[in-house]
């Protein structure tokens, strides 16, 4: 499978994955994925970030290709500014956000939209969450909103994250799924759509026919994409959920230079 490196993808989360808790990735591993790179590979990110947040990346990680956003709702080329691919939330995300923030008080609400991030409720913990993306929000109610939804993101004390899915369960919502991505973090996304959804989509870009997948990541959001691809590999440091899902789970977490471990594996440097 990994005898022509120029037939290959690397795909990969970055918190808790390619990046270390500092949010700075590790010179080790940017040096390997030069290496990979000039080997003929293809690197890129899939993220829950979104398009403004995710601006930074290919200048600072030198990315050249697509990026996966929005925890699969998007793909956004970086190089023509544009999003190529989105699978917006159905309009009565509008509502059923309203009402959940109005069963819980104490839940952070960011509404994800193509061009903006839009805070409902400002908690600590949703204030440190746009601190460590960068992005500056604009706030009011769901009803401000302006524009397509792709995703809303629930940020509170990981304590009290379990008893928040059981009361998204008891609600039973149609046409959306939800999906932890942290452990303080609980998303909204559209139904079917994921980091490996999105996979799917990016097998149909241009220029990607043909090329075997690896997917790197370590958390549940992480999950479906690690199935779709057609090699699943976790760092160490990865949650047991997704390391059940993984081909290869590496000896290096992300604070160890789990992708520089991985290159070297697909380089055939060990």
Known sequence: MFEDPGKLCIITDLDGTFLPRSKVPLPSDLAAVRRF?????????????????????????????????????????????????????????????????????????????????????????????????????RYGTAEDVEGIWLKVLFAMDPVQIPDFIRYIDSRGFDNVSFIRSEKKFYEMLPLGVSKGSALNAYRRLPGMQGMTFVAVGDFDNDIEMLKAADFAVCPQNAADPAKACADLILSRTCEEGAMEELIGILLHEH
């Open 37 to 137: 790179e000039a080997a003929g590979g293809r690197f890129t990110i899939a993220t829950g970030r979104t398009v403004q947040a995710s601006r930074r990346y290919p200048a600072e990680l030198g990315l050249k290709q697509p990026m996966i956003v929005f925890n699969g709702a998007g793909i956004y080329d970086a190089a023509a500014d544009k999003l190529l691919y989105v699978h917006p939330l159905p309009e009565e995300a509008k509502a059923m956000t309203a009402s959940i923030l109005a069963d819980n008080p104490h839940a952070g609400v960011e509404v994800l939209c193509p061009e903006e991030t839009w805070v409902l409720n400002n908690t600590d913990y949703e204030k440190e969450h746009i601190r460590i993306c960068g992005v500056t929000p």
